[in-house]
C-alpha cells in the first residue's frame, strides 16, 4: 500500500527538476525509500534495476 501511494503522491510534491524515486535499499538493509534529488542524479540510480522511478524530464515514461 504504501509504494501506491508514494506513487499517486509524489508527482504532485515535486518541485520542477526534482523527481521522487522509490529506492530499494535491500542492499544496505535499510528496505525501500522515497528520496527525492534533481533529475541530474537519475544517472547514479540506472545500476539499481529495483528502484522505481517515475516519469519525468530526463525519462519519460521512465
Known amino acids: 500500500m504504501g509504494l501506491g501511494l508514494i506513487s499517486l503522491t509524489a ?7 526534482m523527481v521522487i524515486v522509490c529506492h530499494d535499499g535491500a542492499q544496505t538493509g535499510t528496505g525501500w525509500e522515497a528520496i527525492q534529488f534533481n533529475v541530474n542524479g537519475l544517472n547514479g540510480h ?7 522511478i517515475p516519469p519525468n524530464t530526463s525519462i519519460p515514461g521512465g
Open 46 to 52: 540506472g545500476g539499481h534495476p529495483s528502484d522505481i
Open 11 to 17: 508527482p504532485a510534491v515535486a518541485a520542477p527538476n
